[in-house]
């Protein structure tokens, strides 16, 4: 069964305090990972998607990376802004696959001034 | 920039009455799914929606559920006879074609039964 765990379930952070947060998965045949931020009351927002081992993708203060069993979303000198829960979510299956997509339980990130 | 918009923001029923969720996705995208949060709990797919028909449903998608494409731009979410364990955020979502694989969400129908 396909299954993804983060970790930590909360991080606070002092505002410039780089972190990274986790991201392991099981996955038949992963066709994709991403990562998605979510604030309070809202939808999540799309941010990465990684697709194969070694790729690392950026932007402004975050990045994230793959390898074949864990994914990690470094945080760059945070501001209080990047305080959100951080989804991993992956995409397994082969041809016919309907994309959906199995959610981890998120990262609480919380970021002081 | 294009965004999935769902209405309502919040709807509070009573237990056994159906409920109708609208989404209007992206409107190029042809893949369409729904999720469901419940309060504190991890992001739960529940269908995906393809050329008219549902191409996956998870367990929690029993006879209860309905989904629906009834225009070229409306995605509709059905419960039939709502059920307290029904309360939660329900997100549709939509997608494009290839290579394109994000999907964008909605900022989700708060749903409480009482």
């Known amino acids: 069964e396909d299954q993804v765990t983060q970790s930590p379930e909360a991080l606070r952070l002092q505002e410039g305090e780089s972190s990274s947060l986790n991201c392991s998965y099981t996955?038949?045949?992963?066709?994709?990972l991403f990562w998605y931020r979510q604030d309070p009351g809202k939808g999540p927002e799309f941010l990465f998607t990684?697709?194969?081992a070694g790729e690392e993708k950026e932007k402004e203060r975050l990045k994230a990376t793959l390898t074949k069993k864990e994914s990690f979303l470094h945080i760059t000198a945070p501001k209080p802004e990047d305080s959100a829960t951080y989804l991993c979510a992956v995409q397994g299956g082969y041809g016919g696959a309907t994309n959906k997509l199995i959610f981890g339980t998120g990262t609480l990130l919380a970021v002081q001034p | 920039e294009p965004e999935v918009t769902q209405t309502p923001s919040h709807q509070v029923t009573q237990m056994g009455q159906e409920v109708i969720l609208r989404c209007v996705p992206i409107s190029n995208h042809l893949y369409f799914y729904w999720y469901r949060q419940i309060l504190g709990q991890k992001v739960e797919f529940l269908v995906s929606?393809?050329?008219?028909?549902?191409?996956?449903k998870s367990e929690i998608f029993d006879d209860q559920f309905s989904v629906e494409r009834p225009d070229g731009s409306n995605f509709t979410l059905k419960i039939r006879s709502t059920k307290l364990e029904d309360s939660a955020m329900y997100f549709c979502?939509?997608?494009?074609?290839?290579?394109?694989?994000?999907?964008?969400f909605g900022p989700g129908t708060r749903l409480t039964v009482l």
């Open positions: 979502a939509s997608l494009g074609l290839a290579p394109y694989n994000e999907q964008f």
């Open positions: 990684l697709y194969s």
């Open positions: 996955v038949s045949g992963l066709r994709g």
């Open positions: 929606f393809y050329n008219n028909e549902i191409s996956e």
